[in-house]
């Protein structure tokens, strides 16, 4: 084996990261083999805006999916993951018309032509943003599959599905309220409206009737009265039933209207009983107008303002003619009174702005069929949902589904494939036609555009070249797992479920893994007025990517969301630093003809190697399960406790020593000896074990140290190590816990006591059994240096004036030397005795009180236990030091 460069001595992610991605990505390890024997895994990235910049949500995303597809690559998967970006309808046309706005000028001004040219050059700009973002982050996306919602083989499936869905009865165009932004101009689904409550009012007025009276009644909306064409009574109320079928006048405009019965609509018990009914302006209304045949009056324009049909009112912008309405109400006498009110109100998810139910003509797609599928899909277990809790939301909603308008007033985005003649006939087609199909006439596009989230919706299916059958559909479709933020479950999961199933007749996806959202430190959504954004590339120049990732990836709870706080960063750059350092230093100790594990006799060790490689063992099966099940914050927590505390804290330790010395401290002792060179191949096969478990979450600075330990070739496409059981040994576990527990106590009694590190104690270790002191007795002379003590008897009797406990389940003597406490240290320790009885004999009261106990969450009183034991522990080894001390 020869002899690698040696590690720098300084931990330093800029000098070596991008060099690993570009050898990455030139080796081909990225893109998966076709054909292949292999097994597929596959993950699709949900793809970002492409005009857009990685927030902090992206980057636990890559991560997860990233962890995820090394992992699998490493297991012997044939491997995909695709990357690409949206094009985003709303929010990149809203990024270029800002620009535009900046030069003085508009879409309108430019024209279709030239304003889609200006599109398109802001994505060639930005286009790149994304890819280079997410190779800072190490993602290992197969770039030679990258795709773009709008590229040539995308628009043809989206073409392709809406032509089917058309022919199968599932599309359709229809006069409907939908949800209009005034702002972006455009009809926007259920999904994207996001409902706010506000302070609002209810505003009271009547309405003459005709033949004399008034019927009052109450609204929100004072300006929408302009397109009222009923008032809804309910049919068994004895105030209005003489009224059923007579008229009202509208007080300012020229026009009278029915009063209706109508029990679907009125709660009798509800303000007057009395409801105005405007059915182009609120959906509600909207059902009554169908059910009693009512007119449907729009009564604005696409902008917001006041149409012809508003009369005097014309040309206002609706929160304008909203005053001017009551004060004209006012004038005339009709005003019954107001009141404040606070309600939930419609918002644009992209502007802000508070959208209308607007009467328009646009296209729907059905979607109860579809949803049955995908409700199917889940219940049957072909696709699951994890965490499962989110079922009873996934059934509730696609249980409740309703139609999806897909038409938005756009020129960025999929165009409508349908074709309108004069003589009103529309042909629906996959290719652009000039002429109708039905009579020959001449024939033009609809100016619209889909809905964003319909392309999205089949990602699954158009980015493996959907509707041919390409090798890559066949290959890797259905795809293995999709990991994404719960937030787009209906907006963008659900639609790719119901479309993929829909035209393949197989789900998309085995799993969906649903993350929670990254959150500040103290739980506080990020936001740029909160001023608590954090960029992802920022914090990966600040600590690195592998710091970034194994954050991100330990926080990720199943179900929660996460809270970000850079010191976790901090701590985990530190990881990264004491993972560095512990290879440096079994670098240098390295002879260059270290055998491989494999080759290694576990008969012939000593307790030491066997305890690491059996924790090894432990620590590879518990890290297989973890990512099995998603669960990526319990197994970065075993890697981090292997490394850190296991390897790092303890092997490296008792390794140095022997390493130091060329032979072991225990010559002469019963048991195997620690030979330096078991020690060295131990050292660095556990050390490239432990990088190869590491390598899914920080796979730069394992593949450095790998390469400097002269690992067996890049650790990208290296085998992902396996629990075989050929580790496991109980007895090594057990005895060296003892060590451990052993010595922790004699360092956590010098701290609690407060003595100095240099201040040697000696530890009597009576009533050990045989087959734990012949365990012992070659590691005697290791304890008592890890320890700090002067003498240390494996047997024998506790001396009279030793501080006495249990550590590991054996009985530990402290023998404090002579002297060791003044008459301060012993002033000080009274004080502390006194304090921690006068807490313990109040949690002692509070767990004797049966209303505590019965009332107190469990947590709160397992603390109280916990804290009781640990108080108990202290006062009594306080109490016995006093003793040794006076």
């Given at each position: 084996?020869?002899r690698?460069?040696?590690?720098?001595?300084r931990?330093d992610?800029?000098s070596?990261e991008?060099?690993?991605?570009?050898?990455?990505?030139?080796?081909?390890?990225?893109?998966?083999?076709?054909p292949?024997?292999?097994p597929?895994?596959?993950?699709?990235i949900?793809?970002?805006?492409?005009?857009?910049k990685?927030h902090?949500?992206?980057?636990?995303?890559?991560t997860?999916?990233d962890l995820?597809?090394r992992?699998r690559?490493?297991?012997?998967?044939?491997?995909?993951?695709l990357?690409g970006?949206?094009?985003?309808?709303?929010?990149?046309?809203?990024?270029?018309?800002?620009?535009l706005?900046?030069?003085?000028?508009?879409?309108?001004?430019?024209?279709?032509g030239?304003?889609?040219?200006r599109?398109?050059?802001?994505?060639?700009?930005y286009?790149d943003n994304?890819?280079?973002?997410?190779r800072?982050l190490?993602?290992?996306?197969?770039w030679?599959?990258?795709?773009?919602?709008?590229?040539?083989?995308l628009?043809?499936a989206v073409?392709h599905?809406?032509v089917?869905?058309?022919?199968?009865?599932?599309?359709y165009?229809?006069?409907?309220?939908?949800?209009?932004?005034p702002?972006?101009?455009?009809?926007?689904s259920d999904?994207?409206?996001?409902?706010?409550d506000?302070?609002g009012?209810?505003?009271?007025?009547?309405?003459?009737?005709e033949g004399?009276?008034?019927?009052v009644?109450?609204?929100?909306?004072?300006?929408?009265?302009l397109?009222?064409?009923?008032i809804?009574?309910?049919p068994?109320?004895?105030?209005?039933?003489?009224?059923v079928?007579?008229r009202?006048?509208?007080?300012?405009?020229?026009?009278?209207f029915?009063?209706?019965?109508?029990?679907?609509?009125?709660?009798?018990?509800?303000?007057t009983?009395?409801v105005k009914?405007t059915p182009?302006?609120?959906?509600?209304d909207?059902?009554?107008?169908?059910?009693?045949?009512?007119?449907?009056?729009?009564?604005?324009?696409?902008d917001?303002?006041?149409?012809?049909?508003?009369?005097a009112?014309?040309?206002?912008?609706?929160?304008?003619a909203r005053?001017?309405?009551?004060?004209?109400l006012?004038?005339?006498?009709?005003?019954?009174?107001?009141?404040?009110?606070?309600?939930?109100?419609?918002?644009c998810q992209r502007c802000?702005?508070i959208?209308?139910p607007?009467?328009?003509?646009q296209?729907f797609?059905?979607?109860?069929?579809?949803?049955e599928?995908?409700?199917?899909?889940?219940?049957r277990?072909?696709?699951?949902l994890v965490?499962?809790?989110?079922?009873?939301?996934?059934?509730n909603?696609?249980?409740?589904i309703?139609?999806?308008?897909?038409?938005?007033?756009?020129?960025?985005?999929?165009?409508?494939p349908?074709?309108y003649?004069?003589n009103?006939?529309t042909t629906?087609?996959?290719?652009?036609?000039?002429?109708?199909?039905?009579c020959g006439a001449?024939?033009?596009?609809?100016g619209?555009?889909l809905?964003?989230?319909?392309?999205?919706g089949?990602?699954p299916?158009?980015?493996?070249?959907?509707?041919?059958?390409?090798?890559d559909?066949?290959?890797?479709y259905?795809?293995s797992?999709?990991?994404?933020?719960?937030d787009i479950?209906?907006?963008?999961?659900?639609?790719?479920?119901m479309?993929?199933?829909?035209?393949?007749?197989?789900?998309?996806f085995?799993d969906?893994?649903?993350?929670?959202?990254v959150?500040?430190?103290r739980?506080?959504?990020?936001s740029?007025?909160?001023?608590?954004?954090m960029?992802p590339?920022?914090?990966?120049q600040?600590?690195?990517?592998d710091p970034?990732?194994?954050t991100?990836?330990?926080?990720?709870?199943?179900?929660?969301d996460?809270p970000?706080d850079v010191?976790r960063m901090?701590?985990?750059r530190?990881?990264?630093?004491?993972l560095w350092?512990?290879?440096?230093?079994?670098?240098?100790?390295?002879a260059?003809?270290?055998p491989?594990?494999?080759?290694?006799?576990?008969?012939t060790l000593?307790l030491?190697?066997?305890?690491?490689?059996?924790?090894l063992?432990?620590?590879?099966?518990a890290?297989?399960?973890?990512?099995?099940?998603?669960r990526f914050?319990?197994g970065?927590r075993?890697?981090?406790q292997?490394v850190?505390?296991?390897?790092?804290d303890?092997?490296?330790?008792m390794?140095?020593?022997?390493l130091?010395n060329d032979?072991?401290?225990?010559?002469?002792?019963?048991g195997?000896?620690?030979?330096a060179e078991?020690?060295r191949?131990v050292?660095?096969?556990?050390?490239?074990?432990?990088l190869?478990?590491l390598?899914?979450v920080?796979?730069?600075?394992?593949?450095?140290?790998?390469?400097?330990?002269?690992?067996?070739g890049p650790?990208?496409?290296?085998?992902?190590?396996?629990?075989t059981?050929?580790w496991?040994?109980d007895?090594?576990?057990r005895?060296?816990?003892?060590?451990q527990?052993v010595?922790?106590?004699?360092?956590?009694?010098?701290?609690l006591?407060?003595?100095s590190?240099?201040t040697?104690?000696a530890?009597?270790l009576p009533?050990l059994?045989?087959?734990?002191k012949?365990a012992?007795?070659?590691l005697?002379a290791?304890?008592?240096?890890?320890?700090g003590l002067s003498?240390?008897?494996?047997?024998?009797?506790?001396?009279?004036?030793?501080?006495?406990d249990?550590?590991?389940?054996?009985?530990v003597?402290?023998?404090?030397p002579?002297?060791?406490?003044g008459?301060?240290?012993?002033g000080?320790?009274r004080?502390?005795?006194?304090?921690?009885?006068?807490?313990?004999?109040?949690?002692?009261?509070?767990l004797?009180?049966?209303?505590?106990t019965a009332?107190a969450?469990?947590?709160?009183v397992?603390?109280?236990?916990?804290?009781a034991?640990?108080?108990e522990?202290?006062?009594?080894?306080?109490a016995?030091t006093l003793?040794?001390?006076?």
């Amino acid at each position: 084996m020869s002899r690698p460069e040696p590690l720098p001595t300084r931990f330093d992610p800029e000098s070596f990261e991008s060099a690993w991605y570009r050898r990455w990505e030139e080796s081909g390890a990225f893109t998966p083999d076709l054909p292949s024997d292999k097994p597929p895994f596959v993950i699709l990235i949900p793809p970002p805006n492409v005009t857009g910049k990685l927030h902090i949500g992206h980057a636990l995303q890559f991560t997860l999916q990233d962890l995820v597809i090394r992992w699998r690559r490493m297991q012997g998967h044939n491997a995909l993951w695709l990357p690409g970006t949206d094009h985003a309808g709303i929010a990149t046309q809203m990024m270029v018309e800002r620009e535009l706005i900046k030069e003085g000028t508009d879409r309108h001004a430019l024209g279709r032509g030239r304003f889609l040219e200006r599109v398109w050059a802001w994505k060639h700009q930005y286009k790149d943003n994304i890819s280079r973002q997410a190779r800072a982050l190490g993602a290992s996306c197969d770039w030679t599959r990258e795709r773009f919602t709008l590229d040539d083989m995308l628009s043809k499936a989206v073409r392709h599905a809406f032509v089917r869905l058309h022919d199968e009865g599932l599309i359709y165009r229809a006069h409907r309220l939908i949800n209009w932004c005034p702002r972006c101009h455009t009809a926007l689904s259920d999904l994207e409206t996001v409902h706010k409550d506000i302070d609002g009012g209810m505003w009271d007025f009547a309405y003459p009737v005709e033949g004399g009276g008034e019927i009052v009644v109450s609204t929100t909306r004072p300006e929408t009265m302009l397109g009222d064409t009923a008032i809804a009574v309910h049919p068994e109320d004895e105030r209005y039933r003489e009224l059923v079928g007579r008229r009202v006048v509208h007080p300012l405009l020229d026009r009278s209207f029915p009063i209706v019965a109508d029990a679907v609509l009125v709660d009798p018990a509800f303000g007057t009983g009395a409801v105005k009914v405007t059915p182009a302006h609120d959906p509600n209304d909207f059902a009554v107008g169908e059910r009693h045949g009512l007119e449907k009056i729009n009564i604005l324009n696409d902008d917001g303002t006041v149409n012809a049909a508003g009369g005097a009112f014309a040309g206002m912008d609706r929160f304008a003619a909203r005053k001017a309405v009551l004060a004209a109400l006012g004038e005339k006498g009709l005003r019954r009174g107001d009141k404040p009110h606070r309600h939930a109100v419609g918002h644009c998810q992209r502007c802000d702005t508070i959208v209308e139910p607007y009467l328009s003509l646009q296209w729907f797609c059905s979607m109860k069929g579809m949803a049955e599928k995908a409700l199917d899909v889940v219940r049957r277990g072909e696709t699951r949902l994890v965490p499962d809790f989110w079922v009873a939301t996934w059934e509730n909603w696609l249980e409740n589904i309703l139609d999806w308008c897909i038409s938005r007033q756009l020129w960025w985005g999929h165009r409508i494939p349908a074709f309108y003649c004069t003589n009103g006939h529309t042909t629906v087609s996959a290719t652009d036609v000039s002429t109708c199909a039905t009579c020959g006439a001449p024939a033009t596009q609809d100016g619209d555009v889909l809905d964003t989230w319909f392309s999205s919706g089949l990602w699954p299916i158009s980015t493996l070249g959907w509707p041919d059958h390409t090798p890559d559909l066949k290959a890797f479709y259905p795809t293995s797992v999709l990991i994404t933020g719960f937030d787009i479950l209906f907006f963008w999961v659900a639609r790719m479920i119901m479309m993929s199933t829909h035209f393949t007749g197989k789900a998309p996806f085995a799993d969906v893994h649903l993350t929670g959202l990254v959150r500040d430190a103290r739980g506080q959504k990020m936001s740029k007025t909160k001023g608590n954004v954090m960029d992802p590339l920022d914090l990966v120049q600040q600590y690195g990517a592998d710091p970034v990732r194994f954050t991100l990836a330990a926080l990720a709870s199943p179900g929660r969301d996460l809270p970000l706080d850079v010191k976790r960063m901090e701590g985990y750059r530190a990881f990264a630093t004491k993972l560095w350092n512990a290879a440096r230093f079994v670098q240098m100790n390295l002879a260059g003809d270290e055998p491989a594990l494999e080759s290694l006799d576990r008969a012939t060790l000593a307790l030491p190697e066997r305890w690491i490689l059996a924790e090894l063992e432990h620590t590879v099966a518990a890290v297989n399960r973890a990512w099995e099940s998603y669960r990526f914050d319990e197994g970065c927590r075993e890697i981090y406790q292997f490394v850190w505390n296991d390897f790092c804290d303890w092997y490296v330790e008792m390794a140095k020593p022997v390493l130091e010395n060329d032979r072991g401290p225990g010559s002469g002792a019963r048991g195997p000896e620690r030979r330096a060179e078991d020690v060295r191949a131990v050292a660095r096969g556990v050390l490239l074990e432990a990088l190869k478990l590491l390598h899914p979450v920080m796979p730069f600075i394992t593949e450095e140290v790998s390469a400097h330990l002269a690992g067996a070739g890049p650790l990208i496409t290296t085998s992902y190590p396996v629990a075989t059981g050929r580790w496991g040994d109980d007895d090594a576990q057990r005895e060296l816990a003892v060590l451990q527990a052993v010595v922790q106590e004699v360092r956590s009694y010098r701290h609690l006591v407060g003595l100095s590190p240099t201040t040697r104690l000696a530890v009597v270790l009576p009533s050990l059994d045989d087959g734990l002191k012949r365990a012992l007795v070659p590691l005697r002379a290791e304890m008592m240096r890890l320890a700090g003590l002067s003498d240390l008897a494996l047997g024998g009797l506790a001396p009279a004036g030793a501080v006495c406990d249990i550590a590991g389940g054996v009985d530990v003597a402290i023998v404090l030397p002579e002297g060791a406490l003044g008459d301060a240290e012993l002033g000080r320790l009274r004080q502390e005795m006194g304090q921690a009885a006068g807490e313990l004999e109040k949690i002692r009261a509070r767990l004797a009180d049966a209303s505590f106990t019965a009332r107190a969450p469990a947590d709160v009183v397992a603390g109280a236990q916990e804290r009781a034991a640990e108080l108990e522990r202290k006062t009594k080894v306080l109490a016995e030091t006093l003793g040794a001390g006076t």
